[in-house]
Every structure is written in structure tokens, then in C-alpha cells.
């Protein structure tokens, strides 16, 4: 094992590939721009005026770890970006697909369901905050309601109107016209993949149909907008998720046959 890490590490400095000079470009890129996200006021102040503009569309989960509602190892990173972006005002603009709003309202009624149709009294809240099981909303109720008696209808009525919420931090609402017919079938083709990519994955997290034609939606909508040749600042946009699943699937595409 020893002389086959030190083979392949010796060959991967001795012979260019296509594959070696594009993750090479891909670090140079990711190294750029986290110095042009944390440096100080003057530089980003240069950096600002030599950016291109920049689409980045949120990802669900993006979006809930913003809005507290989601526990995952990147939500602090992604608090942190949007906090940089409109810090230094870059020109950058943070959308959410209507497609992705279709997808928050539908889950955050779910997330809601098991709190509605009865009374909770603090002192159960107490007990129910021990459960692991709770989904975030849930658990942010019971810590809401263990301190003072709350009613669960007022608290769901502030994820109700989405938009809304989301103005806050300066997200915008992403609409298009398209060619359905043309663009539906290319669609499908790639739910088709992505589906069989997820459900061979040795410890399978089955995604159902309604979040697979989502996430295919808007990559297909990114895609559209990218420029494949251009570097990671002047790509024209991205599609920014915590999904892991998502990133693992993009990234075998990128290394695949198809390139």
C-alpha cells in the first residue's frame, strides 16, 4: 500500500493529464477566492471593481441553515458567506429558484405537522426537548415553550409567508421562461441518473421524486447560465448546497466519461 501511495503520488507531479491540470485550476480558483471573501476593506474594495457579476442560486439546505433550521457541519460557513457577500457588497446576487420556494413551503409544513392539533404545556416541552428524534422546528417550539406557554400556531405563522422571511437577508425570487417540451426531457433523463446514483450509494439516503426533479431543475437553470471555461469567479453562476449527496454526483459527472 505504501509503495502504491508513493507511485501514484510521484506520478501525479511527473505527468500532466487533462484531469491534474483541471483540479489544479480548481484549487488555484478555490484558493483565490477565499482570500477575495476575508481580506480587508481596501483589497476587496479593488476586488469588487474587477469582479463579474455573479449568480448564486441557494440549495434548501442552504437556506434552513441560515434560518437556524437546519443542523449540519456547514452552517456555519454558510452564515458566514452571506455575512461576507453583503459586507463587502460584492456583485454577487443570492437567489432562491421558484422551484426551491415550492420545496421550503411544502417542508416546512411538514416539519410543522407534528406540532399542530394539540396543547403543549411547558413542563411536557421539558420532556419532549430530550427526544432525539425532533425535527428542528420542533425542537426550536419545545425551547420556546418550555420557557413560556406558546401557542403553535402563532409560532409556524412566521414560516408561512416565505418570501417574506427571506427578504431579510436580501434573497431574491429566481423565475424563467423556458421551452417545457425541450427542457423536460432533458430533465428527465437526468432525474433518471441522479435517482440510480443515490440509490447505488452503499448507505443509500432515498431521495423522493418531488426533491429529485427539484435539485435537477436548478442545476439545469445554473447550468444554463454557467461558463464551463471560465474561472470560478467569472463562471456567471452557481448552485450553492450542503447536500452531500448533491456534491458527490456533481463531482462524478465532472471526473466521468463525459469529460
Known amino acids: 500500500?505504501?509503495?502504491?501511495?508513493?507511485?501514484?503520488?510521484?506520478?501525479?507531479?511527473?505527468?500532466?493529464?487533462?484531469?491534474?491540470?483541471?483540479y489544479i485550476t480548481q484549487l488555484l480558483d478555490g484558493t483565490f477566492t477565499f482570500f477575495a471573501l476575508t481580506v480587508d476593506k481596501v483589497t476587496s474594495a479593488y476586488l469588487r471593481g474587477h469582479m463579474a457579476p455573479l449568480n448564486l442560486f441557494l440549495d434548501t439546505n442552504f437556506i434552513f441553515d441560515i434560518l437556524g433550521l437546519h443542523s449540519n457541519p456547514l452552517t456555519d460557513v454558510s452564515r458566514e458567506l452571506v455575512e461576507v457577500i453583503d459586507k463587502h457588497n460584492f456583485?454577487?446576487?443570492?437567489y432562491y429558484h421558484e422551484a426551491t420556494l415550492s420545496e421550503l413551503q411544502r417542508t416546512l409544513k411538514g416539519l410543522g405537522a407534528p406540532l399542530r392539533g394539540r396543547t403543549w404545556r411547558p413542563a411536557l416541552s421539558r420532556v419532549a426537548m430530550r427526544q432525539p428524534q425532533l425535527n428542528d422546528i420542533e425542537r426550536l417550539y419545545h425551547e420556546k415553550n418550555a420557557e413560556s406557554q406558546l401557542n403553535v400556531d402563532v409560532f409556524l405563522s412566521q414560516f408561512e409567508n416565505v418570501p417574506e422571511l427571506l427578504m431579510q437577508y436580501n434573497f431574491k425570487i429566481y423565475r424563467e421562461a423556458r421551452d417545457k417540451d425541450t427542457e423536460d426531457l432533458e430533465r428527465y433523463e437526468l432525474i433518471a441518473e441522479y435517482k440510480e446514483y443515490v440509490e447505488s450509494a452503499p448507505r443509500p439516503k432515498l431521495k423522493s421524486y418531488p426533491a429529485l426533479d427539484h435539485d435537477m431543475t436548478v442545476r439545469l437553470t445554473v447550468a444554463r447560465q454557467r461558463e464551463p471555461e471560465a474561472s470560478a469567479l467569472d463562471a456567471g453562476?452557481?448552485?450553492?448546497?450542503?447536500?452531500?449527496?448533491?456534491?458527490?454526483?456533481?463531482?462524478?459527472?465532472?471526473?466521468?466519461?463525459?469529460?
Open 1 to 22: 500500500m505504501r509503495d502504491e501511495a508513493l507511485q501514484a503520488v510521484q506520478q501525479f507531479f511527473s505527468v500532466s493529464t487533462p484531469r491534474r491540470t483541471q
Open 91 to 94: 456583485p454577487f446576487t443570492l
Open 237 to 259: 453562476a452557481f448552485f450553492l448546497t450542503t447536500d452531500f449527496t448533491g456534491i458527490r454526483s456533481v463531482h462524478r459527472e465532472c471526473s466521468g466519461p463525459r469529460q
